[in-house]
């Protein structure tokens, strides 16, 4: 396994790693999806070259902005290849909402991720069930939560390894790649929304901002992390 992994991870191009990936690892695979500009570029690189047995997943966590449902349609008309989608569990999301509001998550940090449990996280469990390899969006840029992260590392609270083979891009590569290949993208993006997440947990970002800065505004500026990557 780690001679696999370093021969993935000698890889140049997004293309030929997810290629290389696909056509020698016979274990489950899956791609996570929230139709950000990096996970688009993700998702025309494996729909592009047709990578059957690599599975795209969104998580759908009912407080989503229109724009990125708008861009999901688009995705799936234009490759017409499959996203599955997972939810929340509907008995702990009503309770969750009936004992705190349908805006609990505004009054604390604990109810926010909370929240952040029932909609992605716990749905994200069901997602990777039995994967060995998850491939993400994630860059360094993003965050400065990100900085240490390597392009293939063990997720040992998920018993898998993550896979980020857009680590290293930079936001103008990532916009120059959407542009050249044509590829959908979330149009809150071209209004200074960087981090999409949930419509009530999400804002523009001001100038002089960090990438993060529009995502659950009114709390600490360190506690920027919903869950999903640890």
Not at 25 to 40: C, H, L
Not at 76 to 82: A, D, E, F, G
Not at 113 to 130: M, Q, S, T
Request: charged share 30%.
């Amino acid at each position: 396994m780690n001679n696999f992994l370093e021969q993935l991870e000698q890889k140049k191009s997004l293309e030929e790693g997810l290629k290389f990936l696909s056509d020698n690892f016979e274990d489950k695979i899956v791609f996570s999806t929230s139709f950000g500009i990096e996970d688009q570029v993700i998702t025309d690189a494996i729909f592009s070259q047709k990578l059957k047995n690599i599975e795209a997943f969104t998580l759908d966590t009912g407080r989503l902005f229109p724009e990125t449902y708008a861009v999901w349609d688009k995705t799936l008309l234009q490759y017409n290849q499959p996203i599955r989608v997972y939810y929340p569990d509907a008995d702990h999301l009503e309770k969750y909402v009936n004992a705190n509001g349908i805006n609990g998550f505004y009054n604390s940090v604990e109810l926010r991720k909370e929240c952040c449990n029932i909609r992605k996280v716990v749905p994200l469990k069901k997602a990777l069930k039995g994967a060995k390899i998850w491939i993400t969006g994630l860059r360094a840029q993003q965050s400065d939560n990100r900085n240490d992260l390597k392009i293939i590392q063990r997720d040992e609270q998920n018993q898998l390894y993550k896979y980020n083979p857009l680590l290293h891009w930079t936001t103008d590569e990532v916009v120059h790649y959407l542009k050249q290949k044509g590829v959908p993208y979330n149009t809150l993006h071209d209004q200074n929304f960087i981090s999409i997440g949930c419509a009530p947990c999400t804002r523009a970002v001001r100038e002089g901002e960090d990438f993060r800065a529009g995502r659950w505004w009114w709390e600490d500026q360190s506690k920027k992390e919903c869950g999903l990557h640890k």
